[in-house]
């Protein structure tokens, strides 16, 4: 396993160590001792998930305000556009955002600590997204970043004739301003 640091530090990429041969590949997704070691995380995952969206759509930004959940997130099919926000007040990276290619392709695993907001943009036919997380969903912490917030400024890789296809909860996010966030 390979850890590949991002502009911001705690936003890691991990790309795992991928066997494979005429017959097709292999590869640990998730080993505790093995990431552990590599990142210097100790994280104890309590839920998987996995969603399927077609092009074009765009997904979050979400976070929980209680019970924040870490992340470790792939794409097992397609390729999306995968963003990171800080929206720690104390942190030196505040209102900043990273911003990962995930495919089926390149196996890259992205790591999204607790105290960011988290989505993506599909940008294959269709994606399956998975992703491991830290904390129970619980739909009342649940709030949303808005995608489009012109202070966080995100570059989503939207061609201008094109609209998004966000869900109606999506569309209700707040600016950074307005969002309640992490001190």
């Known amino acids: 396993m390979k850890v590949v640091p991002t502009p911001i530090p705690d936003v890691l990429i ?5 066997l494979g041969d005429s017959r097709g590949f292999f590869f640990e997704s998730f080993n505790l001792k093995t990431f552990s070691h590599a990142t210097g995380l100790d994280v104890n995952f309590v839920q998987d998930n996995h969603s399927r969206s077609v092009k074009g759509v765009l997904r979050g930004l979400h976070y929980q305000i ?6 470790l997130v792939r ?8 963003v990171s ?14 911003g990962v ?3 089926e392709d390149n196996y890259r695993q992205v790591w999204v600590p607790p105290g960011f907001a988290h989505g993506f943009y599909v ?12 904390d129970y969903y619980v739909p009342d912490f649940e709030r949303i970043l808005a995608w489009n917030d012109p202070e966080v400024a995100i570059a989503w890789p939207i061609d201008h004739d094109e609209q998004p296809v966000i869900s109606a909860k999506d569309k209700q996010g707040a600016g950074l301003a307005n969002a309640e966030l992490f001190a």
Do not use: M, N
């Open 123 to 134: 940008l294959s036919d269709s994606a399956d997204f998975l992703y491991k997380t830290t």
């Open 14 to 18: 991990v790309e795992p160590k991928v």
């Open 85 to 98: 926000v800080d929206i720690r007040k104390s942190s030196p990276s505040f209102g900043r955002w990273v």
């Open 75 to 82: 794409v097992v099919r397609g390729a999306v556009f995968d």
């Open 66 to 71: 209680r019970q924040p959940q870490g992340k």
């Open 101 to 103: 290619e995930l495919t």
